[in-house]
């Protein structure tokens, strides 16, 4: 079997989901390739080797820049804030590596498009972590939509509900709370939480052509935890778009981290005329499927239990009847990356994807100043 050897930068909550998929993607996908935890970066030389220590990559590095020079790392793996991508990215393009990025691409479509063009001028293969394509039921779903079960699509439906920011003391910035700092994150709900439903939308349905937005931010000064100062919010805490498909379909996208009692509440429906199909990711392992063609009186909504080897990806895993979970959404990432590598057809999301949705995070946010509607550049 090959090596691929990973440098990953970032040991937070996706560094944890990233070297669990790495670890584990060769236990149970056959591939020519087989990832090797060659070393993680991060700035505290303690807790980084501690990090390493406890997930089996072989070295560390502080300085991310010394990572993307090292002979002996073929792939950089991008799970550092949103403000740390574009100039990691470029760098590990520069220097010949493959790159993941961590969603969003960029902190906005401009930064996106600097990086989409490095990797492309460096001809490098490339993946942004838009992982929830890759849980079972969303690839079923995608299966079903591609093969007309639904017939011409009329609506889109998707909200990422959160309720984590509620109080006016909590902080903004640092550790745990970049989230909350426009100059780290790019923006609020919208680049962090709708990029992931924009993302399955396109995938699922097409591009997306026009919108018009609104946002909100609840909360308008909060303490910085890294200067001490009480300064201005500049996130959106709540952002909801009307949008056009190309493909004459109209949709709603809300999101929001003040829905009290949600606390990752992703869901999706697609209305068809023959049917319609629903999701959500608390309860993942289900896909709810109407078909109006069924017979009359038994007609009605099918929930799936996705857990049938001839499911997406579950012949890979246990028995019929048995659930997987989120941190598998990441694996199958990984299991499909390297089948490409194989193959030579390196599968979605690319870079160019990422962009994709980056220009309808900025159309949304620039629609909800404007109060206009707004046509989507396309990548
Ligand atoms: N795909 C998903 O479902 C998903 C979920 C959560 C987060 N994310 C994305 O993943 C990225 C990381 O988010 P997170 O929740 O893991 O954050 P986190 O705060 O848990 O972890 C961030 C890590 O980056 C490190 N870091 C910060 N600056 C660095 C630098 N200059 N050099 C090296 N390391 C640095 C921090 O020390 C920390 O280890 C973000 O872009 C976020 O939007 C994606």
Same mark, same amino acid.
């Given at each position: 079997?090959?090596?691929?050897?990973?440098?990953?930068?970032?040991?937070?909550?996706?560094?944890?989901?990233?070297?669990?998929?790495?670890?584990?993607?060769?236990?149970?996908?056959?591939?020519?390739?087989?990832?090797?935890?060659?070393?993680?970066?991060?700035?505290?030389?303690?807790?980084?080797?501690?990090?390493?220590?406890?997930?089996?990559?072989?070295?560390?590095?502080?300085?991310?820049?010394?990572?993307?020079?090292?002979?002996?790392?073929?792939?950089?793996?991008?799970?550092?804030?949103?403000?740390?991508?574009?100039?990691?990215?470029?760098?590990?393009?520069?220097?010949?590596?493959?790159?993941?990025?961590?969603?969003?691409?960029?902190?906005?479509?401009?930064?996106?498009?600097?990086?989409?063009?490095?990797?492309?001028?460096?001809?490098?293969?490339?993946?942004?972590?838009?992982?929830?394509?890759?849980?079972?039921?969303?690839?079923?779903?995608?299966?079903?939509?591609?093969?007309?079960?639904?017939?011409?699509?009329?609506?889109?439906?998707?909200?990422?509900?959160?309720?984590?920011?509620?109080?006016?003391?909590?902080?903004?910035?640092?550790?745990?709370?970049?989230?909350?700092?426009?100059?780290?994150?790019?923006?609020?709900?919208?680049?962090?939480?709708?990029?992931?439903?924009?993302?399955?939308?396109?995938?699922?349905?097409?591009?997306?052509?026009?919108?018009?937005?609104?946002?909100?931010?609840?909360?308008?000064?909060?303490?910085?935890? #890294?200067?001490?100062?009480? !300064?201005?919010?500049? $996130?959106?805490?709540?952002?909801? +778009? @009307?949008?056009?498909?190309?493909? =004459?379909?109209?949709?709603?996208?809300?999101?929001?981290?003040?829905?009290?009692?949600?606390?990752?509440?992703?869901?999706?429906?697609?209305?068809?005329?023959?049917?319609?199909?629903?999701?959500?990711?608390?309860?993942?392992?289900?896909?709810?499927?109407?078909?109006?063609?069924?017979?009359?009186?038994?007609?009605?909504?099918?929930?799936?239990?996705?857990?049938?080897?001839?499911?997406?990806?579950?012949?890979?895993?246990?028995?019929?009847? #048995?659930?997987?979970?989120? !941190?598998?959404?990441? $694996?199958?990432?990984?299991?499909? +990356? @390297?089948?490409?590598?194989?193959? =030579?057809?390196?599968?979605?999301?690319?870079?160019?994807?990422?962009?994709?949705?980056?220009?309808?995070?900025?159309?949304?946010?620039?629609?909800?100043?404007?109060?206009?509607?707004?046509?989507?550049?396309?990548?």
């Amino acid at each position: 079997m090959k090596k691929l050897n990973i440098g990953l930068v970032g040991y937070g909550f996706m560094g944890r989901a990233h070297s669990h998929a790495f670890r584990t993607v060769s236990k149970f996908f056959d591939a020519a390739y087989e990832p090797v935890l060659k070393a993680v970066c991060a700035r505290d030389a303690s807790k980084v080797k501690d990090f390493a220590a406890q997930w089996g990559w072989e070295s560390v590095e502080t300085d991310w820049k010394t990572l993307v020079k090292r002979k002996d790392v073929d792939l950089i793996d991008i799970a550092s804030p949103n403000d740390t991508h574009a100039e990691i990215a470029i760098a590990a393009a520069k220097n010949g590596k493959m790159v993941f990025c961590e969603k969003p691409l960029g902190l906005n479509a401009a930064e996106s498009e600097k990086i989409v063009k490095a990797v492309e001028k460096a001809g490098v293969p490339n993946m942004v972590w838009y992982n929830y394509r890759r849980l079972p039921a969303v690839t079923l779903a995608k299966q079903l939509v591609d093969e007309g079960k639904l017939g011409r699509i009329f609506h889109y439906r998707a909200k990422f509900l959160q309720d984590w920011t509620i109080s006016k003391d909590l902080p903004q910035g640092g550790a745990g709370l970049w989230r909350l700092d426009v100059k780290v994150a790019g923006s609020g709900v919208t680049g962090d939480l709708l990029a992931h439903c924009i993302d399955t939308a396109m995938w699922l349905n097409g591009d997306i052509e026009s919108v018009t937005g609104m946002t909100e931010t609840f909360v308008k000064q909060r303490k910085h935890a #890294l200067t001490g100062k009480v !300064e201005k919010v500049g $996130i959106d805490d709540a952002s909801a +778009f @009307l949008a056009r498909f190309k493909n =004459g379909s109209l949709a709603t996208f809300e999101s929001t981290r003040y829905a009290r009692g949600h606390k990752a509440l992703y869901t999706f429906e697609i209305n068809g005329e023959h049917g319609s199909i629903a999701w959500d990711l608390e309860n993942l392992h289900l896909l709810q499927y109407f078909d109006h063609r069924d017979e009359g009186a038994t007609r009605g909504w099918r929930s799936i239990h996705i857990t049938d080897s001839d499911h997406p990806y579950m012949k890979h895993w246990w028995v019929p009847g #048995l659930q997987i979970g989120y !941190e598998h959404s990441f $694996i199958h990432q990984v299991a499909d +990356f @390297l089948q490409g590598l194989e193959t =030579g057809k390196i599968p979605g999301p690319s870079f160019r994807d990422g962009l994709a949705t980056d220009y309808v995070t900025d159309a949304v946010l620039s629609s909800a100043k404007s109060g206009k509607w707004v046509k989507v550049k396309q990548a």
